[in-house]
């Protein structure tokens, strides 16, 4: 069992995207990202939770460029960051956050 909340680490997963050129960021990205508001991941349980993101919620898509993961915001993952629609498992994002 992941040792972070692993609904909030989706919902920073998805705005974090959501603030970046063309909605997308590779794996490096998303752990920088991450570790700057509290949470590190490991590799493996990043590439978990964007399988997550991806089967689950239909939130992003997870492309492969070589051996790097490269997260892609969809319109689904877009509402979610904004709070229109919620899913099970993912955080509801507060008024005014941002990260």
Known sequence: MANYDRAQVRLLILLILQKQTQYQAHQGTLLNALSQQGFTLSRDNLY????????TADAIVDRMSGSVHIA???PAGMEIADGVVEIPGIARPLPGQAI
């Open 72 to 74: 892609i915001l969809t």
């Open 48 to 55: 978990i939770e964007l399988a997550w993101l991806e089967n």
